[in-house]
T-cell receptor, first 115, second 115 residues
Framework: GENVEQHPSTLSVQEGDSAVIKCTYS??????FPWYKQELGKRPQLIID?????GEKKDQRIAVTLNKTAKHFSLHITETQPEDSAVYFCAASTFGGTSYGKLTFGQGTILTVHP | DTAVSQTPKYLVTQMGNDKSIKCEQN?????MYWYKQDSKKFLKIMFSYNNKELIINETVPNRFSPKSPDKAHLNLHINSLELGDSAVYFC??????????????FGPGTRLLVL
């Protein structure tokens, strides 16, 4: 089945700096890669996603890049703000058999933005 | 106007007990999920139902039994609770299958503590 590795596990930046979180996946058939943000004690929420026919997608301060050949994708947050502090999860989709429609999540990255 | 709701929010119980968690979505979605988030924040899918049909059944002890009486509800019953079952359980829903690009909307979570 699919395996998603996420790095780093913790990331600490100063307000205004950029933050980059990287994920690798194992199943070359995966073609959908969402990113979720989970604030402390809250539910995960989708912040951006990318499909395999696109190499990059941007939404204001957030961007995601995908390298299908290398099987890795990254989340980039520019001009970080204290409210960006949260746990970020990457995920990859797996198709076929009983895994149809399944998302496999990375281990999560705790991002702390210091004022 | 809550999109995905879960009850109870907190559940504290003794080992060996049987408990249920309920989930309801008013988004008109066809697919619902149960996830377990452990103490290290790792988010892992347990089950998924599409139009009341079980489509994802991960390697979960058979003490866990999901039930979907209709496509707006997905309940989780846990028999003979063990210490290792302590976690946050999230319900989620999506219009179609999350793995094909449909956004998953998570409930607020149920914090289960087994003593």
């Amino acid at each position: 089945g699919e395996n998603v590795e996420q790095h780093p596990s913790t990331l600490s930046v100063q307000e205004g700096d950029s933050a980059v979180i990287k994920c690798t996946y194992s199943d070359s058939a995966s073609n959908y890669f969402p990113w979720y943000k989970q604030e402390l004690g809250k539910r995960p929420q989708l912040i951006i996603d990318i499909r395999s026919n696109v190499g990059e997608k941007k939404d204001q301060r957030i961007a995601v890049t995908l390298n299908k050949t290398a099987k890795h994708f990254s989340l980039h947050i520019t001009e970080t703000q204290p409210e960006d502090s949260a746990v970020y999860f990457c995920a990859a989709s797996t198709f076929g058999g009983t895994s149809y429609g399944k998302l496999t999540f990375g281990q999560g990255t705790i991002l702390t933005v210091h004022p | 106007d809550t999109a995905v709701s879960q009850t109870p929010k907190y559940l504290v119980t003794q080992m060996g007990n049987d408990k249920s968690i309920k989930c309801e979505q008013n988004l008109g979605h066809d697919t619902m999920y149960w996830y377990k988030q452990d103490s290290k924040k790792f988010l892992k899918i347990m089950f998924s139902y599409n139009n009341k049909e079980l489509i994802i059944n991960e390697t979960v002890p058979n003490r866990f039994s999901p039930k979907s009486p209709d496509k707006a509800h997905l309940n989780l019953h846990i028999n003979s609770l063990e210490l290792g079952d302590s976690a946050v359980y999230f319900c989620a829903s999506s219009l179609g299958l999350a793995g094909v690009g449909e956004t998953q909307y998570f409930g607020p979570g149920t914090r289960l503590l087994v003593l």
